[in-house]
């Protein structure tokens, strides 16, 4: 792989101890780079079938898409990584050298070279529900450009759970050096050398990235946050940009850059970094940290390797059906051309707050005021807002509720009148860079569908 211009500047800068402002130790000069993982894969058994088998090629990879990629020309494959990583706390410290672990990583990608753009995704699992959460896997907007997904399990609680899952298929794993670091100190050089793996076609089937972005959602995007501003000063550079999704940012200004995309719930005050031309920040009205669009996507996946879908008693109708997803797969294609090109993605607008700085300002129909603002909220059919409340999760679903006829009537007093509103949006919304044009035309197959 070619290193993009923003790896070379970080390989520079790293070279010079330039990588600044932020404090860091004294030791943190990078050393050489570790070599990739070891690669053993892909592992057999990759047809859900008996889980608790004897053998690995009677079990399949938990949290397995249900997405049919062989119809696309994709294909899902499942890797175990060993290697000696570093330990680090979280100030950034290491507190231990070459430690040995044994990870799993799930690829997923255009079965031909022909079809692939060259930009590999690599996500960190996300573990908040006690398992790995492939939270940012979208499997439209990852064929439609032909890219692939690499979800990388580098946190104890995820890895534990998979071992009980499948003793078979996971019963070697370990990212604790047998224990010694069960705060997660080893998972920052863990996911580094995952996203080795990638940049080397250790696990790519031949495929050659050109493009390496690492991604994470909510606690994902906390540890990156950990992994940028503390652990990268010290490592050679190995992902090109950095997507932060619904969850906190870098501080530092480094050489690759960053983009966090936002949720109306994960915006709680006024105060916000500006954008800089090696940051940019999006907040999307309406949307909820965790929305309906995720939660369809993985009941059936949790009825089929947990035995039931999660279910919850809200304050309000959960799950806000404005389209985060939409979002966040035009903010990896600004990335990526901010990282090939150096075309730095356009600003948005941010959510507005009254005179307190932490009271959200909302319209005359409760929704959320400033923002980039999708066809579901500027044309809205229901009361989508980023806010709940209610038992464990309740407060990252957000709420929908459907508006009555009354109001919808009062709305959209022509026929037509909410095609035509939807048809407005997505073309400005798309012009702005914040939605892409395959998803504007679901937009509108859905909005013709409910106008009738």
């Known amino acids: 792989m070619s290193p993009s211009p923003w790896r070379c500047l970080g390989l520079a800068a790293a070279a010079l101890g330039l990588l600044l402002p932020i404090s860091i130790p004294a030791f943190a000069t990078p050393t050489t780079q570790a070599p990739a993982p070891r690669v053993v894969g892909p592992l057999p058994g990759t047809v859900p079938g008996n889980r608790l088998a004897d053998r690995i090629e009677d079990t399949y990879p938990f949290f397995s898409t249900p997405d049919d990629l062989r119809a696309v020309g994709y294909v899902e494959e499942e890797f175990h990584l060993s290697g000696a990583a570093d330990a680090f706390a979280l100030d950034g410290t290491k507190v231990a050298t070459a430690v040995p672990y044994t990870t799993r990583v799930i690829v997923r990608r255009p079965a031909h070279a022909r079809n692939f753009t060259g930009t590999t995704l690599v996500e960190w699992q996300n573990v908040t529900a006690g398992y790995d959460l492939d939270a940012l896997w979208n499997a439209d907007s990852a064929v439609r450009a032909g890219h692939a997904w690499v979800g990388v399990s580098a946190q104890r609680v995820g890895v534990d759970q998979l071992k009980t899952w499948s003793p078979a298929r996971y019963g070697g794993l370990d990212v604790t050096g047998g224990g010694r670091f069960s705060a997660d100190e080893l998972s920052y050089d863990v996911f580094t ?32 946050t950990v992994l940028y501003d503390r652990v990268l000063p010290q490592q050679r550079p190995v992902f090109d940009g950095y997507g932060f999704i619904v969850g906190t940012a870098p501080t530092r200004v480094g050489a690759e850059p960053v983009f966090q ?12 970094p500006v954008d800089t031309d090696r940051f940019r920040r999006w907040e999307v009205a309406g949307a909820a940290h965790s929305g309906y669009e995720g939660q369809a996507y993985r009941a059936p996946i949790s009825e089929r390797d947990l035995g039931g879908a999660p279910q919850y008693a809200c304050d309000r109708p959960p799950f806000s059906h404005v389209p985060m997803h939409h979002v966040t797969a035009a903010s990896y294609d600004h990335l990526r051309r901010w990282v090939e090109r150096g075309t730095p993605p356009p600003t948005a607008r941010p959510l507005e707050f009254e005179a307190d700085g932490v009271t959200k300002k909302r319209d005359a129909l409760g929704l959320a005021v400033g923002g980039i603002r999708l066809s579901q909220v500027a044309a809205p059919r229901a009361l989508n807002t980023g806010d709940n409340s209610g038992e464990t999760f309740c407060r990252l679903f957000g709420t929908h509720v459907p508006f009555d006829a009354a109001t919808l009537a009062r709305l959209y007093p022509e026929r037509g009148d909410y095609v035509h509103q939807v048809v407005t949006t997505d073309l400005a919304n798309v012009h702005a860079g914040y939605l892409l044009p395959a998803d504007a035309r679901q937009n509108l197959a859905d909005a013709i569908g409910a106008g009738r």
């Not at 793996?197 to 990235?209: I, P, Q, Y």
């Not at 972005?213 to 994902?220: D, E, K, R």
């Open 193 to 224: 050398q995952a996203g080795r793996a990638v940049d080397s076609g250790a696990v790519m089937g031949g495929l050659r990235t050109r493009t390496l972005l690492a991604i994470g959602a909510s606690q994902s995007a906390a540890r990156m």
């Open 261 to 272: 995309v936002l949720s109306e719930t994960d915006v709680r005050t006024a105060q916000r």
